[in-house]
């Protein structure tokens, strides 16, 4: 099964909720001259990114956790709902206070590097996120403490995203963390506040995020059928269409609806189409229509239903020559008002995209 389509499925499950899992990542730091006085460390994902300038790496905020608020923050400004989810399981998973002293071994999840490390500095375990089972704290990710007590807060703050992203990542499945470095570099930018939702979708996606946000919806980069499914967009901040998180809800016309398929959306940002899960009812107006799964509904800018509908295959035999070949045909009905609330209904036969 296509990793996405499972993280897909899985993901209207809270992040708390896997708070639990067996998964053995973990951040890392470059450290050069070490143990002299001029020793300097990085987050291996800011040094990547950044070369030297990592070491010199400035958030807003004068301690850990005003800064890690700010990349918090700029998660929000795009991606909301999995902002909201981190702040809430960031107190169960770690607690730098109670870091531990000893000898981090790799975990060896470190994949590609995307830069080379130079001489004088040498790679070291920053984290590692292991089974509640093990820890006495019932944390889910040890710090090391004497590598940790040296950092700055700048990337004591980097270090702490790192490990909430890839608690997400891990859950589904990614087992190295070469694309998020990047997408945790990419949280830290400068230039970040400037990006453009598309720019961000487009970087969830090459991390190996299940799920995007847009319009206060959770979105899939996977179809209903475990294809990879990326959104179109009307210009760099506006999605045109996507697909929903199979069965999550969507409430308008004053009702809730299991999404599924497709969501098309107006150049304002509003949800204009939806496709529904199940079998449902639909108040069109004075009357009600029932529209089977995987159904459509037209919505105004009041999020009211003017039209449904539904598609459904044919097959249809037609021979061009003396050869008969078989024709994929899609039927769509379309349900509709009049002026005096009377259901019209009109038949469309076009061959199957």
Known sequence: ?????????????????????????????????????????????????????????????SNVDEKLSQLLNRMARLSPQRAQAYRAVFPTLFNPTSSIDG????????????????????????????????????????????????????????????????????????TESSKLRSFTAFLSSPDFDKTTASVFIQKLYAAGFATYEYGGLSLSF???TGEDQFPTFYDADHVRSATPVFNSDFTAAS???????????????LVNQIAVATSTKVKLNSAIVEIPDHGFVSLNENLEAIATGYSEPEISNSSASSTQENVKMVKTTTFTEDADGKILTSVVTRAAD
């Open 222 to 224: 996977v179809s209903d």
């Open 103 to 174: 000898i981090f071994p790799s975990v060896n999840d470190t994949g590609p590097l995307h830069r080379v490390i130079e001489d004088g500095c040498e790679l070291q375990q920053a984290a590692i996120q292991v089974p509640r089972s093990l820890q006495p704290s019932g944390r889910n990710v040890l710090i090391n403490a004497k590598l940790y007590a040296k950092m700055s807060e700048d990337t004591r703050a980097a270090l702490l995203m790192h490990e909430l992203i890839y608690m997400e990542l891990a859950n589904w499945g990614t």
């Open 1 to 61: 099964m296509n990793v996405r389509h499972l993280a897909s499925l899985l993901i209207l499950v809270s992040l708390p909720a896997f708070a639990g899992q067996s998964v053995r990542n973990g951040g890392a730091a470059v450290v050069c001259h070490p143990g002299t006085r001029s020793e300097k460390i990085a987050l291996l994902d800011e040094y990547e990114a950044y070369g030297d300038k990592a070491f010199s790496l400035h958030l807003q905020g």
């Open 255 to 269: 009702q809730t609806f299991h999404l599924a398929g497709h969501i098309e959306f107006a150049p304002s940002g």
